[in-house]
């Protein structure tokens, strides 16, 4: 039973080199710029953002990253920004937990990267649609703000987890913590359980 739960965050192989590379600028940070679908909410994002920030600076974390990476909505990019390393993250789906609840859970990834030519691609998905209902478990018995949190937490976690594989060029996993082939819904919730939920 457990095992219907897990979901692999892949790699995935593709045969033919990409086009349309984002070059890279010396002299300046790495950005990760977040596109969304037309149903996001605008509430997410500074949830989203502090989510990310926390996951990048705290202590416990398992493979460094930049910690002052610019996070910036596609939106609200400015003509003539340049940056030395560029990670587009594409969320597919509304990337709230409500309304989204009781629809049948369909098997798949809920992140995952392209790797072409054997060069792992600066581009991370995450499928909301079917992370809301991976999250479904740790989000009953929430409240409108709490789901939120829980649901920007787990795209942070995603995202980082599939940033490492980016930054290693590695589609290698480890045994424990974000680095997990296979996490669960509290791995992308950890410590945000409600209270008095379930």
């Known amino acids: 039973m457990l095992g219907c739960l897990l979901f692999p965050l892949l790699v995935y192989l593709l045969p033919r080199p990409a086009t349309g590379q984002i070059p890279t600028q010396p002299n300046a ?21 502090d989510a990310f920030h926390h996951e990048l600076v705290r202590e416990e974390r398992e493979y460094p990253l930049p ?10 990019l400015a003509p003539g920004q ?12 509304r990337c709230d937990v409500v309304q989204q609840a009781y629809r ?11 790797k072409v030519s054997g060069e792992i691609q600066p581009f991370v998905y995450v499928d909301c649609a ?3 209902q991976f999250l479904n478990p740790v ?6 703000e709490q789901r939120r949190t829980a649901m920007t937490h787990a795209i942070s976690r995603i995202a980082i987890h599939e940033w490492i594989h980016i930054d290693t060029q590695s589609a290698d996993h480890k045994n424990h913590g974000i680095r997990k082939e296979e996490l669960a819904p ?5 410590g945000l359980r409600a209270s008095g939920g379930q």
């Open 139 to 144: 989000t009953l018995g929430m409240n409108e």
């Open 186 to 190: 509290d791995d992308l919730t950890v």
């Open 130 to 132: 079917r992370l809301a």
């Open 67 to 76: 910690e002052d990476a610019q996070l910036i909505r596609a939106s609200s």
């Open 104 to 114: 049948p859970m369909r098997r798949g990834p809920v992140g995952w990267v392209l």
């Open 82 to 93: 340049e940056f030395t390393r560029v990670i587009d993250v594409r969320l597919i789906g």
């Open 29 to 49: 940070s790495t950005a990760i710029v977040f596109y969304a679908d037309r149903d996001v909410r605008e509430t997410i994002w500074p949830t989203l953002f």
